[in-house]
């Protein structure tokens, strides 16, 4: 494992931010830890990233690039921190930050960078030392959609280059299920559920949705075959639409589809709304993550930020 915690307990005077928290992520695995604000991630990263003994590599929740250093001076001495010889970090460096495409503005100061490229910096800086693990305290909070995806890209090419294990928090749900290959749900201090993110799923009871949209045939003799179908658990209908809960509904249009067919129905529109990742949060927490809870943190808190720009 490259990552074990076992029963891990923090208290901070009369409240208790972890209570028993227990978690092991493989080697090589995309782990991706989900919770709203005050239920343990920050304190379980600050934890992991001060007492864990194997090199790793951390990029923090607020933005921490010195403002008066170019991306080169950044990885360079960063790289000193770790003990790495001239020409390791020189050659480190240019392939990094080739790979975030900051190369061509490595000599720039970083106080000239938008919120996207200084988050591409930090994640190259946190690569520097070849880390065997990453962890990325909600690494794309207040980023713009696409730069949020420039860096998803980037964090599965950077583990696909070094067979990374990354350790994730966020409140992007949409990040966690496309990145993640095991999710683990916080809250007030306890892991309340882990799992793949499909596995995840399956222990909620709602099935997917499936909306067909008729003709040419009774709704309610529609319905009354639909029920016919071991995977259906209900079907209802609205105006013309047969509204059906059913096992694997991308699996099961086609045996619809055909066999309305058979009863004289055609089916002119097909709406498939499979299970998400914040339907299983809301099951398991009873709220949902807002993605306004993300904007908490500005780009200019942290490590060097001049007084002139509000320090």
Excluded at 273 to 299: C, M, N, W, Y
């Amino acid at each position: 494992m490259a990552i074990e915690i076992s029963d891990l307990v923090k208290v901070y005077g009369k409240v208790t931010a972890l209570q028993g928290v227990s978690i092991s992520i493989p080697e090589g695995d995309f782990f991706g830890l989900l919770g709203p604000n005050g239920a343990g991630k920050t304190t379980l990263i600050r934890i992991l990233t001060t007492l864990i003994r194997p090199k790793i590599g951390v990029v923090p929740q607020a933005m921490t690039s010195d403002l008066d250093l170019t991306a080169r001076e950044t990885m360079d001495i960063y790289a000193r921190f770790y003990g790495m010889r001239r020409d390791e970090r020189v050659e480190r460096s240019e392939e990094l930050l080739t790979m975030v495409g900051l190369k061509d503005r490595q000599d720039d100061l970083v106080a000239t960078y938008s919120g996207g490229m200084r988050r591409r910096l930090e994640i190259a800086r946190g690569l520097v030392h070849k880390p065997s693990v990453l962890i990325l305290d909600e690494p794309t909070i207040g980023l713009d959609p696409q730069s949020r995806h420039v860096v998803w890209e980037l964090l599965e090419k950077f583990r696909g280059a070094d067979k990374l294990t990354i350790l994730l928090t966020t409140h992007y749900m949409e990040e966690a299920e496309t990145l993640c290959d095991h999710v683990a749900i916080i809250d007030y201090g306890r892991i309340a559920a882990l799992d793949t993110v499909e596995g995840l799923k399956r222990q909620i009871p709602r099935k997917d949705v499936v909306e067909l949209t008729i003709s040419g045939c009774d709704a309610q003799r529609a319905v009354d075959w639909i029920k016919t179908n071991p995977s259906v658990t209900s079907c209802a209908v609205k105006d013309d639409t047969l509204i059906i809960s059913a096992e694997n509904g991308a699996n099961a249009i086609p045996g619809f589809v055909d066999g309305l067919k058979g009863i004289g129905a055609d089916v002119v529109k097909v709406i498939l709304k499979q299970q998400t990742l914040e339907d299983v949060f809301i099951h398991f927490t009873g709220r949902p993550i807002r993605d306004e809870e993300a904007k908490k943190v500005s780009f200019l808190l942290g490590a060097g930020v001049p007084r002139k720009w509000g320090r």
